[in-house]
Each structure stands twice: as C-alpha cells, then as structure tokens.
C-alpha cells in the first residue's frame, strides 16, 4: 500500500523549533519530487519547500527561507523539514507531497501550532 504519514508537528512557542518527518511506504521518496505544504485556516494550500530527485536541488517559499531546511535520510525512506525561529504566521497543517510518473501522494498531514 502507498501511503505517506506525517509526524512531528505539535504546538511550540514562537521562535521555537520543530522537525516534521514524512516518512513513506509502498514506494521509493528518492525517486520523487518531494514538497512540503501547509493550509492555515481560512487560507488556501501554498507550497513550503520542495526538493529534487534528480539533483537534490531544495525550494523554499520567500516566508520560510532561512528558518527551514528540507532534507532527505533515503535508508529510512523519510523528508524531513527542519522548522527554526518560528513565528505565529507559520500555525498550519503541513502536508508532505509526492509526485513523479503521474502518481501524485499526499500524506494526511500534522498539525503545527506556534503560539506568540
């Protein structure tokens, strides 16, 4: 079975830190396009961080830059995404992605909350 599963998030004091890991089953995450997306309430999914599989080469949104880090553990199949000086704005449910091949996977997602 495909899936992917979220962990990580909880709630923290801004400014704090938090490492969400996406870990997957039933296919192979360095073969993929991985992203991480979040949704605040009241607000559309926007697109985090991303990194290549071809290259390794990392996206980060203009909000996030500097304060988070994408990363990949391929013996454990897991992304995960470093999460420093948080602040208030970032309270979201992450989602990790997957896409290649015309599959695209969605974890179901874990909720961070940074309170001010």
């Known amino acids: 079975e495909v899936q992917l599963v979220e962990s990580g998030g909880g709630l923290v004091q801004a400014g704090g830190s938090v490492r969400l890991s996406c870990a997957a089953s039933g296919f192979t995450l360095d073969d993929y396009v991985i992203g991480w997306f979040r949704q605040a309430p009241g607000k559309e999914r926007e697109g985090v961080s991303g990194?290549?599989?071809?290259?390794?080469?990392?996206y980060y949104a203009d909000s996030v830059k500097g304060r988070f880090t994408i990363s990949r553990d391929n013996a454990k199949n897991t992304v995960y995404l470093q999460m420093n000086s948080l602040k208030f704005e970032d309270t979201a449910v992450y989602y990790c992605n997957a896409r290649q091949w015309g599959n695209n996977y969605w974890g179901q997602g874990t909720q961070v909350t940074v309170s001010s």
């Open positions: 990194i290549s599989n071809k290259d390794g080469s990392t």
